[in-house]
């Protein structure tokens, strides 16, 4: 997902001291709320999104969250940049 692409979300990598995948916490672009948090399940062996309490989302910042993590589980497949 290119950034122009992005138009109502802030995805921020955090990588946390002993985790072996980062956490993506995404953002109202505007508003500065933390929505939710993209984490590796390795029970499933893919990101998931873990929404914050009382959150609604519009279908299109749905979809910007599901190309999101699609995009995270294709570089953990090609074994890119520590995803």
Do not use: A, D
């Not at 709320?33 to 999104?49: A, D, H, S």
Request: positive net charge; charged residues 30%; glycine residues 6%.
């Amino acid at each position: 997902m290119r950034p122009e692409e992005i138009k109502y979300l802030e995805f921020i990598t955090k990588y946390v001291y002993g985790r072996k995948t980062p956490i993506v916490e995404v953002y109202n672009q505007f508003s500065k709320i933390l929505l939710g948090k993209i984490v590796y399940c390795p029970e499933w062996r893919t990101y998931v999104f873990e929404p914050e309490k009382r959150t609604k989302f519009h279908v299109g910042c749905q979809k910007q969250i599901t190309e999101f993590n699609e995009t995270l589980n294709k570089m953990r497949k090609e074994k890119v940049g520590g995803y």
